[in-house]
């Protein structure tokens, strides 16, 4: 079983939809929780962080983290076209372990 | 900003070629990672080195070394590239303190034919 398990999608939904990006994780020592985004030939660049559980909400983004259930969320409220990409989520105990990430189009 | 820089975009080499992908970043950061990135298997750690000189394995060492002679400078070297090598290879940086805030660089598409 993989330490973090991520639905690779394709994901394609049309703009203005709300997207739920989702994680499951079997290691009870992780304590920060971070979503990567990363564009078509770029490198992945941190998105949002949080640590413990709980949620953040940074403009149309939210996170959300349950430890009990070893479940995160990334929520993405009025999708546009601009929010295409992959997105990874990825998670710290000793090191860091990503998620094999989730290929999101938002359709004009 | 935090800039990580790859040498190369693209590149494409021969069986049994020693291959060398270098990594600079500019902002005096401790720790440096090499790792690859292939459809439906995400992010796979294949060396990081916390300090000049030092270097630990990763989760997918095998036919990769690595070389960090200066801070600023991490190098990946594939000593004899194989096809299954074939791979979009990614460079990362990150100081002390903040563990999760790791810059990633543009990647290198590594094709070995």
């Known amino acids: 079983q993989k330490e973090v398990e991520q639905d690779p999608g394709p994901l394609s939904v049309p703009e203005g939809a709300i997207v739920s990006l989702n994680c499951t994780y079997s290691?009870?020592?992780?304590?920060?929780f971070m979503w990567y985004r990363q564009y078509s030939r770029k490198g992945p660049e941190l998105l949002m962080y949080?640590?413990?559980?709980g949620n953040k909400e940074d403009g149309r983004f939210t996170a959300q983290v349950d430890k009990s259930s070893k479940y995160i969320s990334l929520f993405i409220r009025d999708s546009q076209p601009s929010d295409s990409a992959t997105y990874l989520c990825?998670?710290?105990?000793?090191?860091?372990?990503f998620g094999q990430g989730t290929r999101l189009t938002i359709n004009p | 900003d935090v800039k990580v820089t790859q040498s190369s975009r693209y590149l494409v080499k021969r069986t049994g070629e020693k291959v060398f992908l270098e990594c600079v970043q500019d902002?005096?950061?401790?720790?440096m990672f090499w790792y690859r990135q292939d459809p439906g298997l995400g992010l796979r750690l294949i060396y990081f080195?916390?300090?000049?000189?030092?270097?630990e394995k990763g989760d997918i060492p095998e036919g990769y070394s690595v070389s960090r002679e200066k801070k600023e400078r991490f190098s990946l070297i594939l000593e004899s590239a194989s096809t299954n090598q074939t791979s979009m290879y990614l460079c990362?940086?990150?100081?002390?303190?903040?563990?999760?805030?790791?810059?990633f660089g543009p990647g290198t598409r590594l094709t070995v034919t």
């Open positions: 990362a940086s990150r100081g002390t303190g903040i563990a999760y805030e790791q810059y």
């Open positions: 290691n009870s020592a992780f304590q920060y």
């Open positions: 949080t640590y413990s559980s």
């Open positions: 990825a998670m710290l105990a000793q090191k860091l372990v």
């Open positions: 902002m005096d950061h401790e720790n």
């Open positions: 080195s916390y300090d000049v000189k030092m270097k």
